[in-house]
């Protein structure tokens, strides 16, 4: 394996022996974000409820925690994507589930955002945190800078109850995320952390999981 670092990004180069062919793997070395790893600690300003609060993400210890960055605020698609998850609160709460969104902007930017009218492209009142990542630093460390115009990338990351990173997405910049993807997956992981079955493609509640085994698994595709 030869490893060559070019600004912020790693490429790995990997030969293949089954493949024959080589692989090149191109991650951005600055993020401290991996799956299956302690997600990235914080501490920052947000608008909570209306007011400045200092939050930091093990505040939510023993929750799960949806994290989503957004480019900027008094923009176009990052209202409809921070509204439509504030407005599906409860359904979060229900699933122990902690949301936060957060940009490169102020927490002044953000209040003043609050207390402007959707009908004028606002947030109105909300019921989650927004963070405030003025110096860039939590951005950096999930990986989703996009440092020539110091904002974020639309990443969305799940935190387990234990701190640990399970789900990382990100899109580019002219793309909103889907709620209800994201309560699908937070589903699927709570009911794979309980019942030690994983899911297949598209799993909803109620429907069929797959027993992890050469033999058991057998009886999921048996049916399917």
Same mark, same amino acid.
């Given at each position: 394996? $030869?490893?060559?670092?070019? #600004?912020?990004?790693?490429?790995?180069?990997?030969?293949?022996?089954?493949? #024959?062919?080589?692989?090149?793997?191109?991650?951005?070395?600055?993020?401290?974000?991996?799956?299956?790893?302690?997600?990235?600690?914080?501490?920052?300003?947000?608008?909570?409820?209306?007011?400045?609060?200092?939050?930091?993400?093990?505040?939510?210890?023993?929750?799960?925690?949806?994290?989503?960055? +957004?480019?900027?605020?008094?923009?176009?698609? #990052?209202?409809?994507?921070?509204?439509?998850?504030?407005?599906?609160?409860? &359904?979060?709460?229900?699933?122990?589930?902690?949301?936060?969104? #957060?940009?490169?902007?102020?927490?002044?930017? $953000?209040?003043?955002?609050?207390?402007?009218?959707?009908?004028?492209?606002?947030?109105?009142?909300?019921?989650?945190?927004?963070?405030?990542?003025?110096?860039?630093?939590?951005?950096?460390?999930?990986?989703?800078?996009? &440092?020539? &115009?110091?904002?974020? +990338?639309?990443?969305?990351?799940?935190?387990?109850?234990?701190?640990?990173?399970?789900?990382?997405?990100?899109?580019?910049?002219?793309?909103?995320?889907?709620?209800?993807?994201?309560?699908?997956?937070?589903?699927?992981?709570? +009911?794979?952390?309980?019942?030690? &079955?994983?899911?297949?493609?598209?799993?909803?509640?109620?429907?069929?999981?797959?027993?992890?085994?050469?033999?058991?698994?057998?009886?999921?595709?048996?049916?399917?």
């Amino acid at each position: 394996m $030869h490893k060559t670092a070019l #600004c912020k990004f790693t490429f790995l180069r990997i030969f293949d022996p089954a493949c #024959c062919h080589l692989v090149i793997f191109v991650t951005n070395v600055m993020s401290k974000a991996f799956i299956g790893k302690p997600a990235p600690e914080f501490t920052t300003t947000a608008v909570v409820d209306g007011e400045f609060k200092s939050v930091s993400l093990n505040d939510y210890k023993g929750k799960y925690v949806v994290l989503f960055f +957004y480019p900027l605020d008094f923009t176009f698609v #990052c209202p409809t994507e921070i509204v439509a998850f504030s407005d599906r609160y409860e &359904e979060f709460k229900k699933l122990n589930v902690q949301v936060l969104a #957060c940009s490169t902007d102020s927490h002044f930017s $953000h209040l003043a955002w609050t207390n402007q009218p959707r009908k004028d492209g606002g947030l109105g009142e909300m019921n989650i945190p927004i963070l405030a990542d003025t110096n860039h630093a939590i951005s950096t460390d999930y990986g989703v800078l996009k &440092e020539d &115009e110091g904002i974020a +990338y639309r990443g969305l990351f799940i935190i387990d109850p234990q701190g640990t990173l399970r789900q990382i997405t990100i899109n580019d910049l002219p793309v909103g995320r889907s709620v209800d993807e994201t309560l699908r997956l937070l589903q699927a992981f709570q +009911y794979t952390d309980k019942h030690g &079955e994983v899911c297949p493609a598209g799993w909803k509640p109620g429907q069929d999981t797959i027993k992890p085994g050469v033999k058991a698994s057998k009886e999921y595709f048996n049916k399917h």
